[in-house]
């Protein structure tokens, strides 16, 4: 395996070509996804403009606290992912740093939907969850709640397949069924995985900290 | 598959074609090769088609006689709402794109196959599973919400399965997304060494600018549907207004893609009729680059025109007023298209071939359509003939008219690359003509019907509505034995059809420069593009005599 063949496929012939239409792919795909979470924040726009004191008293309701954590562990599993695909793209590096790069995204990846899980524990027993007996006194409180659970959950489910994807990484890596050294597929895993961090950069603001600034 | 081959007789391929490289369900069924994957998608639309197509003749039926006399109303509800759905997101969206998009896209541009071939099997699968939704919702008992799913009414009052009906349409709009991000990539990544971007066939074009709109506009689709599972399986109260949620909100997100859907629908069918029409006119295609700056205006534009579906939505007048002028802009590059392709017969040598009569009735039916088109981006027009037989009658002449015609030209104009075989051309022809007029005979009395005031949706009608409608149902007769022609007559073609040559209409593609079927791997050679498409050189000298340099003038770029 001296040089890229063992990494090439159908229907390329040559490998560079191969990676930057996996990486082009990709991209034309996150552009997808983008439009996917924009339809949903163009919800909660409309929807907060038309109730703006309702979404702030809702906001308040929220638990700041695992809004918060979680975005220190989802901004340091970007690095880690980072640091993975560029080690990665680096010949001379080692292998040992990619896979243990990639065991960090994984576990924090995971720490973060643990953390999610207590807070939709936490929101479940505070009765946040709209219908009869929803907590709050404002009528359209409602809407910031389902929107809240909607978009977390539609975040959460594409963080699992980003752990998946990375997951799966590691296992065919380490049992050296993939080179992992210049393989296009890191990067293009990293790149969906910044995708779930950003996206989250823009939620944390939308969920947490709506009323809680004056 | 009979592979007797007699001396001397060159032109048929000595090889395997990709038809005869495995004939064992699992080598289709785990397929990568896009030429195979295209015939799992022409077998599954086709099989959808007739489904559609025999909701609607129930429907039909029923209209004969003004107050109904078979389908109760709910029956009836469900039965169109179930024609909408199937045709709209299982047969008129992936028809042209998955078939022959699948299919010719490689082919065009010199590839040996799509850049993802396994993303393309995996959406041919979404496909499946989102056919399974629709089919399960049908035998559960149907929906009856329109294939719009209003809301509040898809969310609040509808006591039919739109959970199953609207996943359906979720499942199946992943497969379009990963069809689009395919074929982008495809166009960007495989082109043959010198085809360059105004070298591209204007069906590459068609379908490139057609995935584009697919991948931006389905996933607004996919969260609007969301939405609407969400607030009827969990109580969200995103759409009810009695909770403060805002139902208009889902007609902007739902109509933010079901405007641009209707060029996904519309695009590629200009593409077919664009490799048309320069082949049976044997001319050269008038107007290329403006053909290409109209595929990106209309793609373009597209995207901003979704209010003129609302007018009457209680939405603010000046978004009415842009939205009106905008949809009048968007008839501009459409109405390009028309004049390049008539200029393109102009001086040609014509031969009414079925794939010209196909494309020749593409022209007059999307002309129609588009030019009853505008009636509708007009705000006081609109408002006289929303929720009527007209709306009906225009959207059937660009999905229908448009669209379906040009679905037939193309499968006459590449039978004999797909399936190696011939079929019998007076049978096309009688075909095509027929389903002309089945169409106009169908749809033209609807543009009166509702014109005069008779609502669509409804399952009776006032009496002086009656003459219309028969006239209406009779032509879907004509019309549904014309869609059953081809079926007989092609699957005639396949068992007893002579052997095609590589290249049956003397066409300048790259697609004909390989057997007729293709071998597995498309191209026996690297294919080396040195001229634009449409060289057709039968063109009548006494047109000019400058046209040999202008044909040189594009080789150069």
């Not at chain 2, 909701?55 to 389908?71: K, S």
């Amino acid at each position: 395996m001296t040089d890229a063949t063992a990494l090439l496929r159908e229907p390329w012939e040559h490998f560079e070509r191969q990676q930057r239409a996996g990486k082009f792919g990709i991209w034309v795909f996150l552009a997808s996804e983008t439009l996917f979470f924009g339809a949903l924040m163009l919800t909660y726009a409309v929807c907060r403009v038309e109730h703006p004191e309702a979404f702030a008293a809702a906001g308040r309701a929220t638990n700041i606290w695992f809004g918060t954590i979680n975005t220190a562990i989802l901004l340091t599993s970007s690095l880690t992912m980072a640091v993975a695909s560029q080690a990665a793209a680096q010949s001379e590096r080692s292998r040992t740093l990619v896979l243990t790069c990639l065991g960090l995204t994984a576990a924090l990846g995971l720490a973060f939907i643990v953390v999610k899980g207590f807070e939709y524990k936490e929101d479940i027993d505070k009765q946040l969850i709209p219908g009869a007996g929803f907590a709050l006194s404002q009528a359209a409180a409602q809407l910031f709640y389902g929107l809240y659970w909607l978009v977390t959950g539609v975040h959460a489910i594409h963080l699992t397949i980003g752990i998946v994807l990375v997951v799966r990484l590691i296992v065919l890596g380490a049992t050296r069924r993939i080179r992992l050294r210049e393989n296009p597929e890191i990067e293009v895993t990293a790149l969906y995985w910044h995708l779930v961090d950003i996206v989250w950069i823009f939620l944390y603001p939308l969920i947490y900290l709506p009323g809680r600034a004056s | 598959m009979s592979d007797v081959v007699l001396a001397g007789e060159l032109p048929f391929p000595q090889r395997p074609d990709y038809l005869a490289a495995g004939s064992t369900l699992r080598s289709w069924l785990t397929t990568t090769d896009h030429k195979r994957i295209a015939i799992l998608y022409a077998v599954t639309i086709t099989v959808f088609f007739f489904m559609g197509g025999a909701a609607i003749t129930a429907v039909r039926l029923e209209l004969f006689v003004p107050n109904g006399w078979f389908l109760t109303s709910d029956t009836y509800n469900r039965l169109f709402s179930f024609h909408g759905i199937i045709m709209v997101w299982f047969f008129l969206v992936p028809s042209i794109p998955n078939t022959f998009g699948n299919f010719l896209m490689p082919l065009m541009i010199g590839a040996p196959d799509v850049a993802f071939p396994r993303l393309n099997l995996f959406s041919w699968y979404l496909t499946l599973v989102g056919g399974a939704f629709a089919v399960y919702t049908l035998i559960a008992g149907g929906v009856d919400t329109g294939w719009t799913f209003y809301t509040p009414f898809s969310t609040m009052f509808s006591n039919t399965h739109v959970l199953t009906a609207a996943a359906a349409v979720f499942v199946v709009g992943f497969a379009s997304i990963a069809t689009g991000v395919n074929f982008i990539a495809t166009t960007h990544m495989l082109r043959a060494p010198g085809m360059t971007w105004f070298r591209l066939p204007l069906f590459v074009w068609s379908i490139y600018a057609t995935s584009i709109v697919m991948v931006l506009s389905t996933p607004v689709l996919a969260i609007s549907l969301m939405l609407v599972i969400a607030e009827r399986w969990l109580g969200l109260p995103i759409f009810d207004p009695t909770r403060g949620g805002d139902p208009i909100l889902f007609q902007h997100l739902f109509w933010f893609y079901s405007h641009p859907a209707v060029y996904i629908m519309v695009l590629p069918a200009m593409g077919v009729v664009s490799e048309i029409i320069p082949c049976f006119a044997r001319r050269r295609l008038f107007g290329y680059d403006f053909m290409v700056y109209a595929i990106i205006a209309i793609a373009g534009i597209g995207f901003f025109v979704w209010g003129h579906h609302m007018f009457v939505s209680g939405q603010s007048p000046y978004a009415s007023l842009i939205f009106s002028f905008l949809s009048f802009v968007i008839a501009v590059p459409s109405a390009i298209k028309v004049f390049n392709w008539t200029a393109s017969l102009y001086r040609g040598q014509i031969s009414f071939n079925s794939p010209m009569l196909y494309a020749l009735g593409f022209v007059g039916l999307f002309t129609t359509g588009g030019l009853s088109g505008l009636f509708l981006a007009s705000i006081p027009v609109d408002v006289h003939v929303t929720d009527t037989y007209f709306v009906v009658a225009h959207f059937h002449y660009i999905m229908v008219g448009g669209s379906v015609s040009a679905f037939f030209g193309a499968l006459h104009f590449w039978w004999p690359k797909i399936t190696g075989k011939m079929y019998p051309e007076s049978w096309a022809q009688f075909a095509a003509i027929t389903m002309y007029f089945g169409f106009n005979m169908t749809f033209l009395p609807q543009f009166f019907a509702g014109y005069l005031g008779m609502p669509r949706r409804y399952h009776t009608y006032p009496a002086e509505f009656q003459l219309y409608n028969v006239m209406s149902s009779a032509g879907a007769a004509v019309l549904a034995a014309a869609y059953l022609l081809p079926l007989m007559y092609l699957t005639w073609s396949l068992l007893h059809g002579k052997r095609a040559p590589s290249n049956p209409w003397s066409a300048t593609g790259l697609e004909w420069t390989t057997s007729s079927p293709p071998p597995p791997n498309n191209f026996d050679m690297q294919p080396l593009v040195d001229r634009g498409p449409y060289q057709y050189h039968a063109e009548r000298e006494s047109a000019g005599t400058d046209a040999p340099e202008v044909q040189n003038a594009r080789s150069l770029r």
